[in-house]
């Protein structure tokens, strides 16, 4: 009998954390976002189904909440998998990235070609290349390496011969 009156009690405030990280990973793991839980309320019903209703276990659930400190996406739905900075610091970065109209560019069908120049060099002879109107595009992009440039093309022969008219 005390038993099962042990197992009713109001949960401790750290229990109460782990159930609600457990609830929101479980959400995520099933429906790739957490589009349920925006506040304790919204997981009351669970806690009820343990333990007993009372004014003492939503305090509980809140200060639990409070205290995980989560951040929240634009919806206002809690974000468990980040903490506030980290989650400040994404938003930074993704404003950032449109506002430079960033993409996305695999290299994988690209070749590199290797430029020797001296290195104090490279780049004026970046600037240059990438303005140049024989060579610009043919070029994806172009590092600095430790022996000159390296440039990356779709069009390798084109390239090479552009370049190696340019050197002679």
């Known amino acids: 009998m005390e038993e099962y009156a042990s197992l009713r009690k109001n949960p401790s405030r750290k229990t109460c954390e782990d159930v609600i990280k457990r609830i929101l990973f479980a959400e995520i793991a099933e429906n790739g976002t957490n589009a349920h839980f925006r506040s304790a309320s919204d997981f009351m019903s669970y806690f009820e189904s343990l333990y007993p209703a009372s004014e003492a276990l939503t305090k509980q659930v809140q200060r639990a909440v409070k205290t995980l400190d989560m951040p929240r996406d634009e919806k206002g739905y809690f974000i468990v998998n980040k903490s506030k900075e980290q989650f400040a610091q994404e938003k930074e970065l993704s404003a950032t990235l449109k506002k ?5 560019f695999s290299l994988t069908d690209c070749v590199p070609v290797l430029l020797k120049a001296d ?9 240059l290349l990438s303005q140049s ?3 610009g595009d043919l070029i994806v992009t172009i590092t600095n390496c430790n022996n000159g440039l390296l440039l ?7 390239l090479l011969a552009v370049l190696e008219n340019l050197v002679m």
């Not at 430079?100 to 996305?104: N, Y």
């Not at 990356?152 to 084109?158: F, N, S």
């Open 119 to 127: 290195a104090a060099l490279c780049p004026y002879l970046t600037e």
């Open 152 to 158: 990356y093309t779709k069009r390798e022969k084109e």
């Open 133 to 135: 109107p024989l060579a």
């Open 100 to 104: 430079a109209d960033a993409g996305v």
